[in-house]
C-alpha cells in the first residue's frame, strides 16, 4: 500500500499537524507502507529521511503555491493507493486542483483553516459562533469536502459543528490523537511562580489578553516558547506592558526536547479562543506538568483528565483562573502526576490501517 500525507505543516515548524504527520509516517512505514510526505517548506529546512520521502513545496502567495502543491501531487501521488490530507484548504485546494481521481482521498480535521486564518486578522469568536455566523462559508467548503472519501476528525466537538453545519457530509469518524507517554513528574511550586506557553503565536492562541493579563498578576514569569506571525506585535506588546523582565520568548522546541523542558515550570497555559486538539496539552500533562486549558477545547475526558478546563477568554478570566491555580497548586500537581491513559502512536496507526483497508 501507498499513502501520502499531504499537509500544509511539518517539522522543523512547530504545531499538531506537524507532529502528528511525522508520528504517523514513522509508524506506517515501520509497518511495510510506503509512505510520501508533501508539505510546505523549504528543504534544508527539513533535511532528510532515510525512510521515506518528504516533497517541499515552496510558500509563495497562495495560488501561486497551490498551483505548484498540485503539480507535486500529481507527479507522487497519482500512483498511490490513499491520499491523506491534513487540512480542507493548504491541502484540499492543491488536491483540487490536481484533478488526481486514482486514489482514495480522506481529510483529517483537528483544526480549521479558515477559521484560524479569521483569528489571525484579530477575529475573537470562538469556533462554534464563528460557523454560525458565516453561512455563505458553507458553499464553499461544501464543494472542497465533497471530493473526499472520508473524513476523520480528531474530536467529537468539531465533528458535531461539521455534521451541524453542512447538510451532506462524507462518511465520517472521530480518531483521536496519541496520548504521549512519558514518566510524570511531581511538580512543586517555584517562587517566582513559572507559567509556560507552547504553541505557535497565531491568532486564535488569544496571547494578547494573555499578556495584558500577566501585567496584572505580581509573582508570576511567563516563558512563550514557539514563532509564529504574531511574535513581533507579542514582543513590542510585552515592552508597553513593562513585561520585559517578566517575560521571556524562546525559540521553538521540537518534542523529542521538551519532557526535560516541562521540569522547570510550574504550570502550562493555553488560554484559546477554541483549541480543538492541542498537542502541548497532552505532551505536558504526560510529563507531569499541571495544564490550565481554556473550556473550548474538543479533547475528550479521556484526554483532559489531571487538567484544569475553565474559561480563559478575557483578562479578567485568565488572573481570576491563574489566582486559583497557584493557591490550589499542590492539587493541581497532585492530579497531573497520576499517570496518563495508554494510546500509542502504535494504536493510532493500527486504527489508520483498519479504516485505509475498509474503504470501498
Same mark, same amino acid.
Given at each position: ?162 455534521? &451541524? +453545519?453542512?447538510?451532506? %457530509? ?5 480518531? /483521536?490523537?496519541? *496520548?504521549? !507517554?512519558?514518566?510524570?513528574? @511531581? ?31 505580581? &509573582? +508570576?514569569?511567563?516563558? %512563550? ?5 504574531? /511574535?513581533?506585535? *507579542?514582543? !513590542?506588546?510585552?515592552?508597553? @506592558? ?46 507531569? *506538568? ?71
Amino acid at each position: 500500500m501507498k499513502v501520502v500525507l499531504a499537509t500544509g505543516i511539518y517539522p522543523p515548524d512547530i504545531g499538531g499537524p506537524a507532529t502528528y504527520v511525522r508520528a504517523l509516517a514513522e509508524e506506517l512505514t515501520r509497518r511495510g507502507t510506503e509512505t510520501v510526505v508533501i508539505t510546505y517548506g523549504r528543504a534544508d529546512r527539513i533535511g532528510a529521511h532515510s525512510s521515506w520521502p518528504v516533497f517541499c513545496v515552496p510558500k509563495w502567495v497562495p495560488f501561486l503555491r497551490w498551483l505548484r502543491y498540485a503539480r507535486v501531487l500529481r507527479a507522487h501521488a497519482a500512483d498511490a493507493d490513499i491520499i491523506y490530507a491534513f487540512s480542507s484548504v493548504s491541502a484540499g485546494v492543491p488536491l483540487f486542483l490536481s484533478r488526481v481521481k486514482g486514489p482514495k482521498r480522506i481529510l483529517r480535521l483537528g483544526g480549521d483553516f479558515c477559521w484560524e486564518r479569521y483569528t489571525g486578522r484579530g477575529g475573537q469568536l470562538g469556533l462554534k459562533a464563528w460557523y454560525a455566523s458565516r453561512p455563505w462559508l458553507r458553499s464553499i467548503m461544501q464543494r472542497l469536502l465533497k471530493q473526499f472519501h472520508y473524513v476523520i476528525f480528531s474530536t467529537r466537538f468539531q465533528q458535531e459543528i461539521y455534521e &451541524g +453545519v453542512y447538510k451532506v %457530509l462524507p462518511p465520517h469518524s472521530v480518531l /483521536e490523537n496519541a *496520548l504521549p !507517554q512519558g514518566s510524570t513528574h @511531581l511538580h512543586r511550586k517555584h517562587e517566582p511562580f513559572r507559567l509556560l506557553f507552547l504553541g505557535r503565536f497565531v491568532g486564535f492562541k488569544n496571547l494578547p489578553l494573555l499578556l495584558r493579563a500577566i501585567a496584572k498578576v505580581p &509573582g +508570576v514569569r511567563l516563558t %512563550l516558547i514557539g514563532d509564529g506571525p504574531m /511574535e513581533k506585535r *507579542l514582543r !513590542q506588546l510585552a515592552s508597553e @506592558l513593562l513585561l520585559d523582565q517578566r517575560v521571556t520568548f524562546l525559540e521553538a522546541v521540537q518534542s523529542e526536547q521538551r519532557a526535560e523542558l516541562f521540569r522547570e515550570y510550574d504550570l502550562l497555559i493555553l488560554p484559546s479562543i477554541t483549541e480543538i486538539s492541542p498537542h502541548a496539552a497532552l505532551e505536558a500533562r504526560a510529563a507531569g *506538568l499541571p495544564v490550565l486549558l481554556t473550556d473550548q477545547t474538543g479533547l475528550s475526558s479521556l484526554l483532559t483528565g489531571g487538567m484544569t478546563l475553565v474559561p480563559l477568554s478575557t483578562p479578567v478570566e485568565i488572573i481570576r483562573a491563574l489566582a486559583d491555580a497557584v493557591s490550589q497548586y499542590d492539587t493541581l500537581a497532585s492530579a497531573a502526576a497520576k499517570p496518563v491513559p495508554k494510546r500509542t502512536w502504535k494504536d493510532v496507526a493500527d486504527e489508520h490501517l483498519s479504516l485505509f483497508q475498509q474503504l470501498p
